[in-house]
């Protein structure tokens, strides 16, 4: 029996339960975000603005940059921003963004004016207000909005998939941090949902995800299979739990399903 095999059948009892368990946690973080409660790290900017530069001591009480989570799958001393921008140059002022699990606000305020047409954050509650009474009207201004959904649930995709009027998405962000806890723990189920959003990234777009504990013992010898048998097709980097991926041909693919990131 081989990895894949084993996972299947030894999680099939885990993953009604692991399921049940996620709702309710997922519940509870709804609950607390529509009454304004504070839960970790939240709405963080791309990079540390006030320091100028990536500094890894830079500790902010509810954020932190994402530079400081993704400068590992980065070239060594560029910043996400400017690696962001200059692989996605052909699709300047017309590229469009997405933050998964993260209201986005701060993420996008920070990419030069006018690169991106229009972004979103897609998360389970849009608790902008709580942040800040302004904030609002600065994203209408850089056509930045939130779409409220469960990233794990289809319906949610088809919402995201409409809001650009069907076109595809040129950069995907996911870091959930501490939220990552509450997503069900099974590989088969989390493989289908990245898959779910892989496929809405244009030719050429960029998705930079942290990985949730169940697929992470995985993804340095997906990586490996990845570069040694599909280079063609997708540009990845991983290190730990943080993954760095260009699409390079939107043509259907397999390559995220959990048979191929469990391989032996
Ligand atoms: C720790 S916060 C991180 C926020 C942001 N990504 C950042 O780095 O600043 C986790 C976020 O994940 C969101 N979240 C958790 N589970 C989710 C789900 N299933 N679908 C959509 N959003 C979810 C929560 O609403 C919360 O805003």
């Not at 099939?12 to 409660?37: L, N, Y």
């Not at 990233?151 to 069907?166: A, F, S, Y």
């Amino acid at each position: 029996m081989n990895r894949t095999e084993i996972y299947s059948r030894s999680n099939k009892g885990m993953r009604e339960k692991s399921f049940s368990i996620s709702e309710r946690a997922t519940e509870d973080v709804i609950t607390g975000e529509r009454s304004g409660r504070r839960m970790g790290i939240k709405n963080s900017p791309l990079l540390n603005l006030e320091a100028g530069e990536w500094n890894p001591r830079y500790i902010q009480a509810d954020a932190i940059p994402f530079q400081d989570s993704f400068y590992r799958v980065l070239p060594e001393g560029e910043n996400m921003r400017d690696y962001i921008e200059r692989m996605l140059a052909h699709k300047e002022g017309r590229a469009i963004g997405i933050e998964l699990a993260g209201v986005g606000s701060r993420l996008f305020s920070d990419f030069t004016p006018g690169f991106f047409r229009k972004t979103a954050g897609i998360n389970l509650t849009d608790s902008r207000d709580f942040d800040s009474p302004s904030i609002k009207g600065d994203d209408a201004k850089r056509n930045h909005t939130v779409i409220e959904g469960n990233i794990l649930t289809p319906e949610t995709r088809d919402d995201v998939k409409q809001w650009p009027h069907g076109e595809k998405i040129d950069l995907i962000m996911e870091r959930m941090y501490g939220g990552l806890l509450i997503l069900p723990q099974e590989p088969f189920f989390l493989s289908d949902r990245a898959r779910m959003w892989y496929e809405l990234l244009a030719e050429g777009g960029l998705l930079f995800a942290e990985s949730p504990q169940a697929l992470r013992p995985h993804l340095s010898q997906w990586e490996t299979y990845i570069k040694e048998e599909h280079a063609d097709k997708m540009e990845v980097s991983v290190s730990r739990n943080i993954i760095r991926i260009r699409k390079l041909q939107d043509v259907p693919l397999e390559l995220l399903s959990a048979r191929n990131i469990l391989r032996r």
